[in-house]
């Protein structure tokens, strides 16, 4: 299950079905199909089913759960923005925004230590790491993170040296 959304993740957000991301404004991000599915996989996890897991089919699929879980945190940003400029109270307004900073900065440091804890194993997905690294050059130039142009440069020179041919 992992591995079928994060190949389509690493093709296209085009691949990813689009029933899945739908969310009820009204009741918020947890009424989204996909983080059910994220969470199941976190559950599955920390259960004693993925101990039957060889250690390093329970490392890829760490690393698959780390994309997906970016990708949840992406949408959640999505969709915060999306409250925010719905909104007609600026209280509201301000409080989505301090939300989508603290998401941002929760979607940087997941993609900083999803990295740290995978990029010297051995047989790790290239492509998977290109694309943790990549969405720190992305959002790394966004307020309250605001890394130097340098370091935004520099970890997207590694995003495509680890996967060259990503489309």
């Known amino acids: 299950c992992a591995l079928g959304f994060v190949e389509g993740l690493l093709l ?3 691949a990813f079905p689009p029933d899945l991301a739908k969310v009820s404004l009204t009741e918020g991000p947890a009424s989204c199909p996909f983080f059910q599915v994220v969470e199941g996989l976190k559950g599955h996890i920390a259960s004693n089913d993925a101990s039957k897991l060889d250690s390093k089919d329970l490392i890829t699929l760490r690393l698959q759960l780390a994309l997906m879980e970016l990708q949840w945190l992406d949408m959640k940003l999505l969709f915060m923005r999306e409250q925010c400029e719905r909104a007609t109270d600026p ?6 925004q301090r939300h989508w900073f603290e998401v941002l900065l929760e979607l940087d440091s997941h993609a900083r230590a999803a990295v740290a804890e995978h990029i010297s194993r051995e047989g790790m997905d290239h492509r998977i790491l290109s694309r943790l690294v990549l969405v720190q050059a992305q959002y790394g130039g966004n307020p309250p993170i605001s890394r130097p142009a340098a370091e935004l440069a520099r970890l997207a020179r590694q995003a495509s040296d680890l996967w060259p041919q990503d489309p």
């Open 12 to 14: 296209d957000d085009k």
């Open 91 to 96: 209280t509201f307004a301000e409080e989505q």
